[in-house]
C-alpha cells in the first residue's frame, strides 16, 4: 500500500506520476544527449516536418505535455529535448519515462553523442562555454557530463554519433531513419513580367521573351496565357518545345541533387515582358511536365490580370 502521507517521489524529489490508464497509447520521442551534439538541429528538422518540439523540458512534465498535445491531436506527433541543463531534475528522466510506458505511451529516447575532439572543436568555433564546464576547461565539462549521461545512454533506444556528420547528413538521418519520413521537395512555378522585376525568392529564371508575343495580336491581346487560344499559339510557337523539353531535362537533373543540401523547396520564375500571354502558358505547361516526372509542383502567376 501507498502511504498518501508520504507519496513516491522521483530522484529530484518532485511527486511521482499517479498511473491512470489512457484513452489511447501516444508516441513521444525524447531527444538528449550531449552538449554541442546536434540536439537543436535535429530538433529543428522534427519542427520542420510538422512534429510538436518542445525543448529543455523538465522531465517530470512529460507526462502533462503527452496527455495535452497528443491526447488532443492524434495525429501529432512529439518530441522533446531533454538534457543536462535541467540540473538534478534530469535525474528523473529514466523513472518518468517507465512510468510513460506503464500508462501506455509509447515512448523511444533519441541520444546524440559525439567524440571529446569534435565536440571541443564545436565549442571552441561557437565562443561558447559548456554548461558544466564552471571554472574547469571545455574538456572537463564534457567528462562531467558524460558521466551524468552513462546511465541514460545505456538506456537509449538510438545512438547518432555526429562526429563526421554535417548539417545535411544529420538532416537527412533524422528525416529518414529517426522520424520515418521521405522527405518531398515542393516545386513552386511563378510566371513573372521583366518590367516589375525578377522575383526575389526566385531560384532558377527562364526568359520566354525569344517565343511569339499574343500581345500584338488584337484578339489575343485581352486574354491571358490560362485561355485556351492563347495557350496554343504560345505552345505551338518556334522554339517553344524545344524550350520546354529541354529546360524540363535541366530542371529535373538539378532538382535530384536538392534534397542533398537541405533544400526542401524551390521557386522557378518563368518570365516574359509583361507577365500575362507567354510565361503564364509556359509555366502551366512546365507544371504539367514537372509533375509527370513526379514531383509536387504549384504553379502561381505574379503578374496575371486578375478577372
Keep these: 500500500m501507498t502511504d498518501d502521507t508520504h507519496p513516491p517521489t522521483y530522484p529530484s524529489g518532485i511527486p511521482r506520476l499517479r498511473l491512470e490508464t489512457t484513452e489511447r497509447p501516444s508516441e513521444l520521442l525524447v531527444l538528449t544527449g550531449m552538449s554541442g551534439a546536434g540536439r537543436t538541429r535535429a530538433a529543428a528538422v522534427l519542427a520542420d516536418l510538422g512534429w510538436y518540439v518542445v525543448d529543455n523540458l523538465p522531465p517530470h512534465l512529460l507526462a502533462g505535455l503527452v496527455e495535452s498535445v497528443v491526447g488532443s491531436d492524434a495525429t501529432r506527433k512529439l518530441a522533446a529535448v531533454v538534457d543536462a541543463r535541467g540540473g538534478a531534475f534530469f535525474e528523473d528522466l529514466a523513472p518518468v519515462v517507465a512510468d510513460l510506458e506503464e ?76 522520424a520515418a519520413e521521405v522527405p518531398q521537395l515542393h516545386v513552386n512555378v511563378q510566371s513573372f513580367g521583366f518590367k516589375n522585376g525578377i522575383p526575389a525568392d526566385a531560384d532558377f529564371v527562364a526568359d520566354v521573351r525569344f517565343l511569339p508575343n499574343p500581345h500584338w495580336d488584337p484578339e489575343l491581346k485581352p486574354l491571358t496565357g490560362l485561355d485556351e487560344r492563347v495557350r496554343a499559339y504560345v505552345l505551338g510557337g518556334v522554339g517553344a518545345e524545344d524550350f520546354l523539353a529541354g529546360y524540363t531535362g535541366v530542371i529535373d537533373g538539378a532538382l535530384r541533387h536538392y534534397r542533398a543540401h537541405d533544400k526542401p523547396s524551390v521557386t522557378i520564375g518563368v518570365g516574359c515582358t509583361g507577365g500575362k500571354h507567354r510565361s503564364v502558358a509556359i509555366a502551366e505547361e512546365l507544371g504539367v511536365r514537372l509533375r509527370e516526372r513526379g514531383y509536387d509542383v504549384r504553379v502561381t502567376h505574379r503578374d496575371r490580370p486578375q478577372a
Excluded: C, Y
Aim: hydrophobic content about 40%.
Design 103 to 178: 500508462r501506455g505511451a509509447s515512448v523511444r529516447m533519441v541520444f546524440l553523442d559525439a567524440s571529446d575532439g569534435a565536440l571541443v572543436r564545436r565549442f571552441e568555433e561557437a565562443r561558447r562555454p559548456h554548461p558544466l564546464q564552471g571554472d574547469g576547461t571545455i574538456l572537463e565539462g564534457i567528462g562531467r557530463e558524460r558521466a551524468k549521461l552513462a546511465a541514460i545512454r545505456g538506456e537509449a533506444d538510438h545512438v547518432i554519433d555526429t562526429s563526421r556528420l554535417n548539417v545535411h547528413q544529420l538532416r537527412e538521418l533524422i528525416t529518414e531513419q529517426i
